[in-house]
């Protein structure tokens, strides 16, 4: 599972009411960010609520990691992975 | 004679920063030595006359002395404050010695904490209130220096990190719902003699190192359900009750003469960009059998005649709305009832107002905030402002008293937009209606549009004027769409054509303010002690106040 963010945030913070270990506002900030990129299996559903309950359709959730790079583009699919 | 004898101690000086005006002049504790007094008013010109022994760990004592503190708030309303009344619930369930002070109805608030003499003083504030809040703070450490002073409440639960940083005087903030956080703290902080080090890794909180940089702990989340129920009802006798009983008002319109503020549930999952939320998204609900329960005790301790629910939307679950109001209806008490923080106009129907008519609720605050379309999208209320319209006229054929309230420059409304929401409030057959200029409170996205737009005035620097001001509107906010002359000439006109022109609310206004002159005495002792409090001239005030 992989989770980043998009411009376009408002900061409501509702991501991190729903999940607070992946999501953080820090004060004064003009976005949410993504404290943890790949949580934990066992964070899903809080991290599926933050996704689902964003106003603004800014977070991203990638459940298959294998495909993305470490600069956090995914890889090309080639059928071999 | 009295005793009197000087003890030089440090001043811990506070944090500078370029936006110093925030303080007022009043949090700047400069570097210099403190004189303190034992046995005798603080007085910088007395000298010693024999030696007098440190002062004595008020931790180490077997009497947990904590205070909890309600500063003055700016506001034409007053209720007193629920979070600080749980807090002190659970502290007195575990046995510590716990006093509530309220600066809104007793002026005398900072001798009775120093006669107290507690080892942690906690207290709440909103933004308006914060500057207040420090300067009492800073007044009462003189005299008692040992102790512990933690912020908690809306302003610090956004701001905590700001908070710390540039009030020296605070020693920890703590964030959202406390009744958890705070009683940790408390317990560590005693068992450990007050050796501030321990306390560092409580959850929800904001502390200092001993470099002065501030640390933030992650909340330890809300409290669900069944802990909503867990908590003990807020131990009311620990304030003066008939005093607040003379005081407590939330809008124009009431009808009983002891009020009491209930919350039902806690959170809101609606995303109104205005909004601190400080009780977060997730809207958790106490038991039917439990809200029921404490209507029933405040009836038969305090002889209350009204309810005020103060939920942040109690129609959010419709089911279990009605089956809080027919249980209402089942306890058959001469109670009328309010919901004072205004419902969602599109949240209700005509079985639900009949059902509140029954319960006893005789005023119904629509919170509709713009008549505009573009205007609700900006603030994403996504208010279906027809079905709101048909509501409004619903519950006034249905019999209730209907009140509203409108923002006027939200960032991004331009003047169209106030003409087309202006016209759709004065179209209502509304009772009352209370028109306020946006005000970006703290790290809302209101706040966060503002900051980064360059859009926030001089006099939003200061956060003693995040209030709601009725008779001189000084905006906060001025955007390329909106000046701040024209928010505050839009304002003064809506306030006319509603009330002054219309001789039916002129009326309605007036006959309400005449049934209660207690109150009307009472606003203006409150203006003059607002004006005596304040650290700044009282600037908001038109002369016609000064006394």
Partial sequence: ?81 | MQRTARIELPVVSSSTSSSQASSGGGCCGGGATSLVQIGGESSAHSTPSTPVPAPRNRFSSRDRRVALLQPRIPDGNYLPNLGIMYLAGVLIEKGYNVRVFDANIDDNVELGIRRFAPAILGITCVTAALGSAVRMAQRLREFLPEMVVALGGPHATVMPKETLERNAVADFCFIGESERSFAEFCDRLFDAVGDLASVRNVPGMAWRDDAGTVHVNRSPGYLEDGELDALPYPPWHLLPMERIFKQATHGLFTRGRRIMPVMTTRGCPNYCTFCSRVMGFNFRKRSIENVVGEIRWLYRNWRIDEIYFEDDTFTQDPDRAHALLDAVIALRLPIHVKFANGLRADKVDEALLAKMKKAGVYWIGFGIESGAVRTQELMMKKLDLDLAAENVRLAKRMGFKVGSNCIIGYPGETREDIRESIDYFLRLPLDSFAVVPCIPFPATTAWMTCDREGWLTERARDYDNYWFEIFKVNPLIETPHLSAKDMARAIRNVYIRFYFLNPRRSWLIAKMLAKQPIRRVGDLKWMRRLRANSAQPAMNLRPDYAC
């Fill in chain 1, 1 to 81: 599972m992989h989770v980043r963010i998009v411009e376009g945030c408002i900061v409501c913070r509702q991501c991190e009411c729903q999940a607070p270990d992946v999501f953080e506002v820090p004060e004064g900030a003009h976005s949410a960010r993504v404290v943890e990129p790949s949580p934990q299996q066992a964070r899903e559903e809080d991290v599926i609520r933050a996704v689902k309950g964003c106003p603004v359709h800014v977070i991203k959730l990638r459940r298959d990691p294998r495909n993305v790079r470490e600069s956090g583009q995914t890889a090309p699919r080639d059928g071999k992975n």
